[in-house]
């Protein structure tokens, strides 16, 4: 039964929900201005911009470096490598180039590369030794140098190892929802498969209508938790179907798509599971918006057997769906 | 109970089961041509294929390199090692070997292997010195291979760290379920032992039925939730039996061994804890399916005392049963 | 409604509670001499000093190292680098210099730098090699400080990505609670919203209520868990207003701004969500004493849309409210 | 009240518990003969020895690492680094020493600790090049040799990074549990407090008493959950005393010290909580014999105000207990 709470806004835990639908907090507010532009993104970001707080404390470095994709971040590597290692070959030219053991006497440019090379020598703790300071000052800045590349490329190491250990499920989401007949009636689904061959166990999943609805002349995003037919597995080899049946107390009922439309509504999805190979619990957010829904459909099965008797599951068929006559 | 839902499938978090028994989910959709194929393997993977999706997006290298086993591991280590210092000692070559300090004339096979040795000698940043790069070209090559040096061996220090802190619970099933006695009836039973010193604390097992039955000429995959006596443990010392009592509600009742053979019937385990060495909840999955149950048996206690007063648990003997006579 | 419980003290877990407010444990014992003074300070720790256990069992060196500002964590790594290569330096001195293959005669000033230079390149594994070991003694020091060198470089690895991967949420807290009309009544109010720009899910908020109360002239601390309109969100894209409304069960029923000093009120909250970029369960904790409360206010909108139609979140306005006239 | 369920164990799980206590399990078989040994050490771990399995299957050489102590740690790395040394020293020996440029001609042992230190230069990469490979083999080997190195080390790292992360929550047990006055009656209460200076949010705990029960002349184990006033706190400043009242459906009503030496009670405790330093949850088992619950006790405050007003925590009065008379 969809609760209508008068100011109040309540959402139970993942472990004490029932069946029940409730309206949910007034709270997040997005603009109702924003009308078309959808509140959660397909990767699962909001459409939300941050300010009035310090860029560097409210957008921590690391995350970032973790959250770069693998060229930007080799990128940053190289060069930041090379400006660190300009610096310390500048600082050496200061000192004097003669300094360093080892160096030729020459035009600058021979000085800088000498002291470029040197300093990528004395950073990567290399140290072949064919040039080695020879100064106190050369002694000082090159032990600073040796002391900044350890903790750097310790740095590195942490990074590296926080990129690829980070746990990151591949749930894979069919591209629309659909409205498809379910028992005597209809319902709302969509379906999710693994992309990636390691385990995921006991999932759960939270679906949240969000519409936006015009109260005395002021448009209010509204937020109701929808029922499903199953909010949890333990077991997930194949695909999970996510199946709303729109009962008369589903915010859905008696909706077209024509009242999607100008109730501008998004479903929020929120799924939670355990993936074994990082052995923690991964969250996956995403949404579908009303012009994402494909009416009088029927999923596909995406999975056959093969000659051998194993089961193939096809990804690429998680989407596929066959349209369906429209029942009275 | 057995509920028995038209059409919908349901599955309850494991905080929410209650001791009901539902007939779970028709999604898994395993292939009913799979008849004799186990769903479930016994270490815990699933008998599917995936295709449609791009390898590499699907099966991460990271995941794999952390599931090989040693042997293979060192191996990719060993030949990615000298692959790499094969590239660069060809690169060496190509500049010309002379501009590298302190390498001798020689045949080209010298060339080689003077090459290849100061390429490991930068890699590794051990950097002896008796040959060091002289030309600016060969101070770019040493440079950047250093690089590639650190950075490759801050990887394996993530992967290597990896590989040991995956938190790998060795849950050690008894290789049979059996049909024993229980109270005045009977009841399906397995068991299971930490193989491993460390502590297993707050346990908790679901076990779910799966028989291909034939509806209307199609026969199609059915999974029941079956209950157990007991789901839940705080501590886990020495062996815990899992028992599901055959009242009139469970799917087991009334059925002989050649009826499971028929249902093709398998029993999904899923078992849950947190492990206290890795400080990380652990899900430890398995199956039993209708060929490894033994009917009219009991187990036998795998633990005895020994002189000194301790409590010895015989792992080998997590098996060990033996046959009763059938009841009235 | 708020329970009494003589001499009992019972507080459910975050899955079990109920919307029922209860008086807690009188178990913390915080010194009832200490009026005026807060319990749980703005950044979540207790005003608590721990005596009678080893100070360094107690407080783990890894602990501090971890909660360290960043220029105390770099000063120390200087401090110690320095400090354990004057070490070595002496131990190199009281072999001999002359044990050093490469260094100069001199005064000792030229031997001391030239032995914390040549100890520098040892433990940072540089080594040049224009300085290297001659004698067996120096031979065994240089290995024992080389192995010095990358066991400690090791340990600054892990500390450093122990810094980093740390999952530390910034939860930013309204700096003052409300007392805010709600539906016709009053409520006690504060907000907060996410400092940073990763995703927090599945939010619970649990509030505690703390006075000094007197009882046959002895003043205690008593502690009432206060009932909120909503424990728990989903998605926490913007900013979240917790409310608990002054109903006739609330602690706060018939309270003035006057009672509420006298009575030395401070509310305890526990955030607790899952942090998507660091894959964790995070806790924040922080406490609001009752002059931080602002009495017939009401909190400003934080939020609003860009031209663009995005949705602009003012992290600064967070403690923006209004007054308001005080109702019947 | 205690439920007795024939022949039928049954544990529910932490967020299912009612106040309800229960027989327990039967399965975990304590041998009935060692009466007088403690099940569970007071450091948490069973009196349990474990055979029938291939020992490192069994018990990880990893986890034993971790859990070895940090002075038989750094034993065993500096036993392990001179051990592949020497190893490396006498394949150099083998090879033959003029392999190696810039070592002297002399004595058998000259040659040793020249290839010796030769050998530690490569595999933690110094390199200074005082000595280096001259032939083919000495390249190969050094080579072999700095890869080992560079591996080896970062073995260590992640080694020493996972002995220091490990969650590990010092909670200080009181020595003794007591037999309290407790409202109108009496109650089992022990107390605890965190010995470290770390916050742990979110506690529950269990408590379950082990009998030794005579039965047709069969002494078998029997385990029963007791009740407890309070089995969760959210904060946990200073101390929490767990209390179980003996009310008449307590194992413990009608109990004197002499019927719990004869049945060789004991209790079993597993607190549970977050952890806020480590960012994560925590288990701390521990147990109470019968032989250490002092009858007609009262627990001291462990805390008191400061000059300053601050609360000062004795952690060395967590024991401290008065002896109050013997009420009706």
Known sequence: MAKRLKGLSMIEPFSQQTAQQRRLSEDWGFSSKSQGKRLLNKNGSFNIKRIGSSEWNALSLYQHLLA???????????????????????LYLAIGIES???????VWTTHFYQSFFFSVQTITTVGYGGMAPQSVAAGVVSSFEALTGVLGFALATGLLYGRFSRPSAKILFSQNAI????EDGWSFQFRLANERSNQLVNLEANVIMS???TVDNISKRRYYQIELTASRIFFFPLNWTIVHPITPESPLHG???ADLEKLDAEFLVLIKGYDDSFAQEVYNPTSYKWNEIVWNARFVTPFYPSA???TIMDLGA?????TV???A
Not at 179 to 182: K, Q
């Open 68 to 90: 770069a994709p693998w060229w930007l971040f080799y990128l940053l590597v190289v060069v930041v490598f090379v400006g660190v290692n300009c610096f310390f070959a500048l």
């Open 100 to 106: 360093i053991n080892g160096t030729n006497t020459g």
């Open 179 to 182: 409205i498809a007949p379910f």
């Open 211 to 213: 519409t936006l609805e």
């Open 255 to 257: 909706k077209t798509a």
């Open 308 to 310: 051998a008797g194993d």
């Open 318 to 322: 998680i989407n596929r769906y066959e």
């Open 325 to 327: 006559g429209r029942q």
